[in-house]
């Protein structure tokens, strides 16, 4: 299987800041990298999918980028919504895996 | 888009049960559709995708064998029966919907979730 490695898996920051999160496949998976927020005690969201595309809804401050084996989300202005864990998605391998989470937490 | 899981609940080690997702605002049988669960305090792991037809499944190993993905396309309903729970096997499912037809991608819309336990 494909290995996801976030990070970092934590990270505090202030309403405001921009904050970046890396997400690093164990193998090439092209742009077939998709990222989710998740909040507590609700479903996840999707926020970017191939990497780069924003999903309808989306606010335009999340971005994506990212090819092959390296990846980030960019949160631009983060808003207290945003406060919330933050998952990659590989969709490269038909045995999809997640990568272990980053969670933005509050300064 | 709406999706309503149901079916969770506290089973034995090694018992059964079913779970199902409820859909509607969408043309069901247009997408492949998965289910995703999340262990407690964990992240998040695929367990099983369907496409759009039905005629294709897709399993992660740690459930092949026995857990079975299927859907009613007449009654816009996806299924998850699993057999021989573990412990393991505790977790929120999620139902989601896909952006393809013909196998799993990205996941645009989630259910709700619900709670499996397996424990004695």
């Known amino acids: 299987d494909i290995q996801l490695t976030q990070s970092p898996t934590s990270l505090s920051a202030s309403a405001g800041d921009r904050v970046t999160i890396t997400c690093r496949a164990s193998q090439s998976i092209g742009n077939y990298l998709n990222w989710y927020q998740q909040k507590p005690g609700k479903a996840p969201k999707l926020l970017i999918f191939?990497?780069?595309s924003l999903e309808s809804g989306v606010s335009s401050r999340f971005s994506g980028s990212g090819s092959g084996t390296d990846f980030s989300l960019t949160i631009s202005g983060l808003r207290p919504e945003d406060f919330a864990t933050y998952y990659c998605q590989q969709s490269y391998n038909i045995a999809l895996t997640f990568g272990g989470g980053t969670k933005v937490e509050i300064k | 888009v709406q999706l309503l899981d149901s079916g969770g609940g506290l089973v034995q080690p090694g018992g059964s049960l079913r779970l199902s997702c409820a859909a509607s605002g969408f043309t069901f049988n247009f997408y492949a559709m998965t289910w995703v669960r999340q262990a407690p305090g964990k992240g998040l792991e695929w367990v099983a995708s369907i496409s759009a037809s039905g005629g294709s499944t897709f399993y992660a190993d740690s459930v092949k064998g026995r857990f079975t993905i299927s859907r009613d396309n007449n009654k816009d309903t996806l299924f998850l029966r699993m057999s021989g729970l573990r412990a393991g096997d505790t977790a929120i499912y999620y139902c989601?919907?896909?952006?393809?037809?013909?196998?799993?991608?990205?996941?645009?819309?989630w259910g709700q979730g619900t709670l499996v336990t397996v424990s004695s």
């Open positions: 191939r990497a780069s």
């Open positions: 989601a919907k896909d952006d393809l037809a013909a196998r799993p991608s990205h996941f645009d819309s």
